[in-house]
C-alpha cells in the first residue's frame, strides 16, 4: 500500500486502514487500470469481505480519488454513483 503515501492521512483514516482486508493481500494491485482483467475482479471479492468496506469507500469519495479500487467500487461506479453529499452508503 505505498500508493498511500502520496494522500494527506489523518489518525482516524489511518486506524480503519489497519482493519482493511487489502493490507493482508500484497500479491494484488488495487490500482490496476484496467477495469476487466482478473486481479480487479480479485480485488473486488478482497473488499466484499473487508470489515472497514465502507469506510474506504467513503475515504475515496470525501478526498475525490478516482483511481483504484476503494470500498469494492471501480472510479467508473464510485463516479457515477456519488451523491450531493459525497458519501455513499454500501448495501449488504
Known amino acids: 500500500m ?3 503515501q502520496e494522500f494527506r492521512l489523518n489518525d482516524e ?3 480503519w486502514m489497519r482493519n482493511a482486508a487489502c493490507r493482508h493481500r500484497p500479491d494484488l494491485d488495487f490500482f490496476d487500470m484496467y477495469e476487466r482483467s482478473h486481479m480487479h475482479r480479485q ?3 478482497v473488499c466484499q ?3 472497514v468496506a465502507q469506510e474506504c469507500l467513503n475515504y475515496a469519495v470525501t478526498n475525490e ?3 483504484g479500487i476503494w470500498g469494492g467500487k471501480t472510479p467508473n461506479k464510485r463516479a457515477s454513483t456519488v451523491p450531493s453529499n459525497n458519501l455513499i ?3 449488504p
Do not use: V
Request: aromatic letters at 6%.
Open 2 to 4: 505505498a500508493i498511500l
Open 43 to 45: 480485488c473486488i471479492e
Open 13 to 15: 483514516d489511518r486506524e
Open 49 to 51: 469481505s473487508c470489515p
Open 89 to 91: 452508503t454500501l448495501k
Open 65 to 67: 480519488i478516482w483511481h
